[in-house]
């Protein structure tokens, strides 16, 4: 409140002059004391007749405060009681409606009744005496009064310092309790309290209740402004300013666009997690609340919640336990497959008889094109599973499993967790392709992080680096395909259950391409049954000599090749429908890509015919030996690692101390050089299974007699003479029947794994059974061939 300069002590000089019928005049939010001069802005129409009328006569007014400021014309229960009268010391008009008047309160006086309302009140009045007191008592309460408040206009901005000057000249101790409340910014009810009472002492006191209040608030203000200014950051000053402006736009009616504190809040009540999740969630939350939206931390943080609730903590889809239904999915998408069908059933009858079953880890490992990631996607449609498919051929860095600490910028789940929240379920299946070909550097092991993912006594709480919070994948269904299970470490391939596929035989991929592939190619390339159909000669066609695989991708491609060319033609007019035969084949697919060469390979002594096991599926290898003048020395050619080598030196070391029973000369080596080569020089080739095809090749050589055209053989051999089982027996019987072969000789322990082979395919083999290399001979070797007619 704004104050004219005028000395509080010039109290009218008159008191008994004020008049007993005094015009009343209402304020609005004010109150006036005795001795002070106080300016006023008079709007009202009435009031302002009210003080033409007064400067008209005496200049002596009564002021009365109104209870509600918002009433435009009070009434006398509107007003207080005890009012002030005033003395109008000067007028100023602001404006055409507004007028300024500068009025010094007189003395307190008692309101006894109104006596008009028009054209303003008029009221009979009783002025109150007041006493000058003195006494210790009284002077002990001034000095605190003094003391107090020039602490209070020390601190607070508001109060002007000079005010503090004419406080301590003052020396009436009523007038000095009401300067010094007429001085504070407080409540007009106190004001109106403090001009009520009339008794010195009682004034005094309650002046000094209110000052030391407002010390209090004060100083603590001070001391909240000094540790908030002490530890004050960007963040913190940003955080401050905006709860503030948050108040300021509540106080308006506005709200706050950018506060989403009430959002995040609902949504993390309605997503009901476990009571871990939640709990860092909460935390999460009322670190948000700290945190200006545009801040950086801001943004990690808000990544961080939103994972929390976006994840299916409690989301599960219901299996279907339908074996029937389910047998029908898996027969309708896959042709043969039988021993992974049969283990996905068994999953599915168990799990009607225990409901809380854990998820199976599966390993499915074979050639490329048999079908492994398809499986499945057939397996989750069957099982009524969401799919999640991760690729890890190449993944060489831990964090791409495990995910990245917070810390780091653009900190991300790792893919586990990625695929569990993108399938919105908590027990998916999980296909983890290419497991096989995972690498390793200074970032760390991936094969290893997954240790914890695939091994069911740990996975009900995997820990990825980001969420730090226990995930449980036990009811995640993983599926790991790989080509070849060499590469894989063993205390992973330890948590899996290995479910080999093997190569198709002829039949089969006959019946996958009629019933699956040609209608999977005819619809993708906008062709109807009846425009393109294969005869089942042209398909074995296609199948022998223009594909060499264990799968049937290239297969697929070779009749994609034959839609296109077709669809090409009905295009442009010239055919409308084909029937694709053997004749057309050139026409279509170009010359034929593979012969059969066994018989033209193997006409000579020294060409032996072998079986392999390749990542593509079985493959024949053809051994080919020769002797020439020299000096004691054997070379072998074609890429071949050490253990194929050291097969080859274990050949010859058994040749040349059995030559007798063999028929070799005895001196063979004395003066001769044997090369043994392996064609297909490009193609690394390694492994033990070669050591009776070497064996048999360097005695065909030696004695001139060449190996039967029909006849392909694998096993491994000792100095001793024994054979020894290999591995991939099925794959190689499969090699050998595509490429020809009638005969296999296989040693005597692998008998048993011809359980795996095809019905089909075995009968049109012949198997021969060896346990030492010399029973080896007799059954491959053809009649000599005379020295005159080799070329």
């Given amino acids: 409140m704004a104050m004219e300069h005028h000395d509080p002590e010039m109290i009218f000089d008159n008191m008994d002059a004020i008049p007993r019928e005094l015009a009343i005049l209402p304020l609005k939010g004010t109150v006036i004391y005795p001795g002070l001069a106080v300016p006023l802005i008079i709007g009202r129409e009435r009031s302002i007749r009210l003080i033409d009328d007064a400067l008209g006569g005496d200049k002596v007014i009564g002021v009365v405060t109104q209870k509600d400021p918002k009433v435009q014309d009070p009434t006398p229960e509107e007003m207080y009681e005890i009012g002030t009268a005033v003395s109008i010391l000067k007028m100023v008009k602001v404006s055409e409606r507004d007028i300024r008047v500068v009025v010094q309160g007189v003395a307190r006086i008692k309101i006894d009744g109104y006596l008009t309302n028009d054209p303003y009140y008029i009221a009979r009045v009783t002025h109150i005496e007041e006493d000058y007191v003195e006494g210790m008592t009284i002077d002990a309460l001034v000095a605190n009064i003094k003391d107090v408040f020039r602490k209070v206009v020390e601190l607070s901005p508001q109060v002007p310092s000079e005010i503090m000057t004419m406080i301590v000249n003052l020396k009436n101790p009523g007038m000095l309790g009401d300067f010094v409340v007429s001085s504070l910014n407080i409540q007009v009810e106190e004001k109106q309290e403090i001009l009520q009472i009339i008794e010195i002492p009682l004034r005094l006191n309650r002046v000094l209740e209110i000052l030391n209040r407002e010390l209090e608030v004060l100083e603590l203000g001070q001391k909240i402004q000094s540790q908030v200014k002490e530890g004050i950051d960007k963040n913190q000053r940003e955080y401050y300013l905006r709860e503030q402006l948050k108040a300021i736009q509540q106080e308006l009616g506005e709200e706050d666009e950018l506060n989403e504190s009430d959002e995040l809040k609902e949504r993390l009540d309605k997503a009901k997690l476990p009571e871990e999740p939640e709990k860092a969630a909460r935390k999460e939350l009322e670190r948000l609340k700290r945190m200006h939206p545009s801040s950086a931390e801001y943004t990690v943080s808000r990544t961080y919640f939103d994972w929390l609730l976006d994840l299916p903590w409690n989301e599960a889809t219901e299996d279907n336990l339908k074996i029937v239904e389910a047998q029908r999915i898996l027969n309708e998408d896959h042709y043969n497959l039988e021993k992974i069908k049969k283990r996905i059933l068994e999953y599915l009858a168990v799990r009607q008889l225990k409901n809380d079953m854990k998820g199976p880890i599966l ?53 586990i967790i990625q695929g569990i929240k993108k399938a919105g379920s ?68 330890d948590r899996m259950e290995i479910l080999e596929l093997p190569g198709y035989t002829e039949e089969e991929k006959l019946l996958i391409a009629r019933d699956f592939l040609i209608p999977k190619q005819l619809d993708e390339h906008g062709l109807k049954a009846e425009q393109l159909q294969f005869t089942e000669g042209a398909l074995k066609l296609i199948i022998g000599s223009y594909t060499r695989e264990a799968g049937v991708r290239h297969l697929e491609r070779q009749i994609a090749s034959v839609c296109r060319g077709v669809a090409k033609e009905i295009v442009e007019g010239s055919q409308q429908t084909v029937e694709f035969t053997d ?63 050291e097969s080859a030196q274990a050949a010859l070391s058994y040749v040349r101390a059995k030559y007798k029973e063999l028929g070799v000369e005895q001196d063979f080596y004395e003066n001769g050089d044997i090369h043994i080569h392996i064609p297909a020089g490009a193609i690394p080739k390694d492994g033990p299974s070669a050591g009776v095809t070497m064996f048999t090749a360097l005695t065909s050589l030696l004695t001139h007699r060449p190996i039967r055209n029909d006849i392909a053989m694998t096993g491994e051999i000792t100095l001793r003479g024994a054979v020894l089982p290999v591995g991939g027996i099925k794959e190689k019987v499969l090699a050998a029947r595509r490429a020809g072969i009638h005969t296999v000789i296989l040693p005597k322990k692998n008998e048993k794994d011809l359980e795996e082979v095809p019905e089909n395919a075995k009968k049109d083999l012949n198997f021969l059974f060896v346990q030492r290399m010399d029973e080896i001979i007799p059954l491959a070797l053809a009649d000599p061939i005379s020295k005159n007619t080799q070329h």
């Fill in 583 to 645: 004749e057309l084949a050139h026409k279509y697919l170009g010359p034929v890509k593979f012969f059969p060469e066994v018989a033209e390979r193997t006409v000579e002594p020294g060409v032996a015919t072998g079986l392999a096991w390749t990542p593509t599926g079985g493959d024949i290898i053809f051994v080919e030996a020769t002797i020439m003048p020299g000096k004691k020395t054997l070379t072998l050619t074609g890429q071949l690692g050490d253990v194929m080598k």
């Fill in 426 to 493: 908590n027990n998916p299946l999980f296909m983890l392709d290419e497991v096989d070909k995972l690498g390793s550097d200074f970032r760390g092991d991936p094969s290893s992080a997954l240790l914890e993912v695939l091994d069911p006594e740990q996975n009900f709480s995997f820990s990825d680096h980001y969420l730090e919070v226990a995930f449980d994948l036990s009811k995640v269904m993983f599926i790991a395909t790989a080509n070849v299970l060499q590469t894989i470490p063993p205390a992973l391939q």
């Fill in 363 to 415: 390993c499915f490992v074979g050639p490329p094109g048999v079908g492994k990631t398809s499986l499945g996607r057939s397996i989750a449609r069957a099982l009524g599973r969401k799919f999640v498919r991760i690729s890890l051929g190449g993944v060489h860095d831990e964090a791409e499993i495990r995910g990245h600490r917070r810390t780091y910028i653009g900190a991300l789940p790792g893919r």
